[in-house]
């Protein structure tokens, strides 16, 4: 009777379920709480996860005096990732290059690789292994750039192929953002954007070499729909992992900014500024200030058929006797969601050097995703 009354009263405080008030209290066994615990946590959790990837291939030839090569076949990249939702509120992402043969920072390595927590639209926080938050074009896929490769501001300041002696990290370095968007319209676009982020300052998939962290920030406005008009900023510093004392340096500031904007749509227009403070670690030689620009066109011609035309400009010291101008023009037909056909035309004025200053590039790009 006293064992009966003892199940009732566990069983009316929800200790043990009513229909488990019986004569016999059923115990579970360690394995099937832990069975039973494991089901009740991933149902919580809900993970999704999606599998892709893209191949870029390319042809192409210049008539550039003075070199060995004038072109030919090349992989841009062998990507495959995988990204999805867990928890309701946290997005992650893995990609991984796997183009190239084995060796320090080059061939198969982990690209991207973080966290992000999304609950909601005016804070999101981001951990782990991503792009730099410097500058519209950094953030975008080879596959939207639109003229088979990045500015040359993008590529020298926003660390793609940082001119500081940086091995080449795609834009990316390990750290922390906070980022949101504010103001919603009536159209559902927001009216200001803000992100800013500590990171290490080495790049990809290299540990902190010193005390220091760099920030990196953006603001911008849309006062209408697809339109963003900003700045950034960036105060950081490089340690060179190779100091030898020998015309190199041991570590160099990076303390940038930039303006710009953009407006992707059917058209699309984009635009930026940005200067640079800092040596290049390589090279103690090097002159201490570089900036760069550019001004980027696309026209739909028709729904697969889109032209897009650049003006694009790099001084590596500063002085217009070091200016290197691309003139570039892009043809894209995209055949269905997941092929690419490119056929990109450009023209070199390069005054820093005094052999090969004009020559003509031709390439030949095709995007694949699956």
Same mark, same amino acid.
């Given at each position: 009777?006293?064992?009966?009354?003892?199940?009732?009263?566990?069983?009316?405080?929800?200790?043990?379920?009513?229909?488990?008030?019986?004569?016999?209290?059923?115990?579970?066994?360690?394995?099937?709480?832990?069975? !039973?615990?494991?089901?009740?946590?991933?149902?919580?959790?809900?993970?999704?996860?999606?599998?892709?990837?893209?191949?870029?291939?390319?042809?192409?030839?210049?008539?550039?005096?003075?070199?060995?090569?004038?072109?030919?076949?090349?992989?841009?990249?062998?990507?495959?990732?995988?990204?999805?939702?867990?928890?309701?509120?946290?997005?992650?992402?893995?990609?991984?290059?796997?183009?190239?043969?084995?060796?320090?920072?080059?061939?198969?390595?982990? &690209?991207?690789?973080?966290?992000?927590?999304?609950? *909601?639209?005016?804070?999101?926080?981001?951990?782990?292994?991503?792009?730099?938050?410097?500058?519209?074009?950094?953030?975008?896929?080879?596959?939207?750039?639109?003229?088979?490769?990045?500015?040359?501001?993008?590529?020298?300041?926003?660390?793609?192929?940082?001119?500081?002696?940086?091995?080449?990290?795609?834009?990316?370095?390990?750290?922390?953002?906070?980022?949101?968007?504010?103001?919603?319209?009536?159209?559902?676009?927001? /009216?200001?954007?803000?992100?800013?982020?500590?990171?290490?300052?080495?790049?990809?998939?290299?540990?902190?070499?010193?005390? *220091?962290?760099?920030?990196?920030?953006?603001?911008?406005?849309?006062?209408?729909?697809?339109?963003?008009?900003?700045?950034?900023? /960036?105060?950081?510093?490089?340690?060179?992992?190779?100091?030898?004392?020998?015309?190199?340096?041991?570590?160099?500031?990076?303390?940038? /900014?930039?303006?710009?904007? !953009?407006?992707?749509?059917?058209?699309?227009?984009?635009?930026?500024?940005?200067?640079? &403070?800092?040596?290049?670690?390589?090279?103690?030689?090097?002159?201490?200030?570089?900036?760069? /620009?550019?001004?980027?066109?696309?026209?739909?011609?028709? !729904?697969?058929?889109?032209?897009?035309?650049?003006?694009?400009?790099?001084?590596?010291?500063?002085?217009?006797?070091?200016? !290197?101008?691309?003139?570039?023009?892009?043809?894209?037909?995209?055949?269905?969601?997941?092929?690419?056909?490119?056929?990109?035309?450009?023209?070199?004025?390069?005054?820093?050097?005094?052999?090969?200053?004009?020559?003509?590039?031709?390439?030949?790009?095709?995007?694949?995703?699956?």
């Amino acid at each position: 009777m006293k064992k009966l009354l003892l199940v009732f009263v566990l069983g009316m405080l929800g200790i043990i379920p009513i229909s488990a008030q019986t004569d016999t209290v059923k115990v579970n066994s360690p394995k099937v709480e832990l069975e !039973k615990s494991t089901k009740k946590f991933f149902k919580k959790m809900d993970p999704s996860i999606k599998f892709g990837g893209y191949i870029v291939g390319k042809y192409s030839v210049n008539d550039r005096a003075g070199q060995a090569s004038n072109g030919g076949f090349d992989l841009r990249f062998v990507r495959l990732y995988l990204n999805g939702y867990c928890f309701k509120d946290f997005y992650y992402r893995l990609q991984m290059e796997v183009n190239g043969a084995p060796g320090p920072d080059k061939g198969p390595r982990v &690209v991207d690789a973080f966290v992000e927590w999304q609950k *909601f639209d005016f804070l999101r926080l981001k951990l782990g292994q991503f792009k730099r938050s410097f500058g519209f074009e950094n953030p975008y896929s080879p596959l939207l750039v639109g003229l088979g490769s990045y500015s040359q501001a993008t590529m020298k300041l926003a660390s793609i192929n940082d001119r500081i002696g940086e091995h080449k990290s795609s834009g990316r370095d390990l750290g922390f953002q906070a980022q949101g968007d504010l103001f919603k319209a009536k159209d559902g676009h927001y /009216w200001l954007h803000y992100q800013v982020g500590f990171f290490n300052g080495q790049g990809i998939n290299h540990a902190d070499k010193d005390n *220091f962290k760099d920030l990196i920030g953006g603001l911008w406005i849309s006062p209408i729909k697809d339109l963003a008009i900003g700045g950034f900023g /960036w105060n950081g510093k490089y340690t060179n992992e190779k100091y030898t004392g020998n015309g190199d340096l041991k570590s160099v500031a990076r303390k940038r /900014w930039g303006v710009g904007m !953009k407006y992707e749509s059917k058209w699309t227009l984009r635009g930026e500024y940005m200067s640079s &403070v800092g040596g290049v670690a390589t090279n103690a030689a090097a002159p201490d200030r570089s900036d760069g /620009w550019y001004a980027t066109l696309g026209a739909p011609i028709t !729904k697969d058929l889109k032209i897009y035309g650049r003006w694009d400009c790099y001084r590596d010291a500063k002085t217009w006797s070091s200016l !290197k101008t691309n003139y570039g023009i892009s043809a894209n037909y995209t055949l269905g969601k997941n092929l690419i056909f490119q056929a990109n035309y450009a023209f070199t004025d390069d005054r820093s050097v005094s052999v090969g200053k004009h020559y003509n590039t031709f390439d030949i790009q095709v995007y694949a995703r699956f």
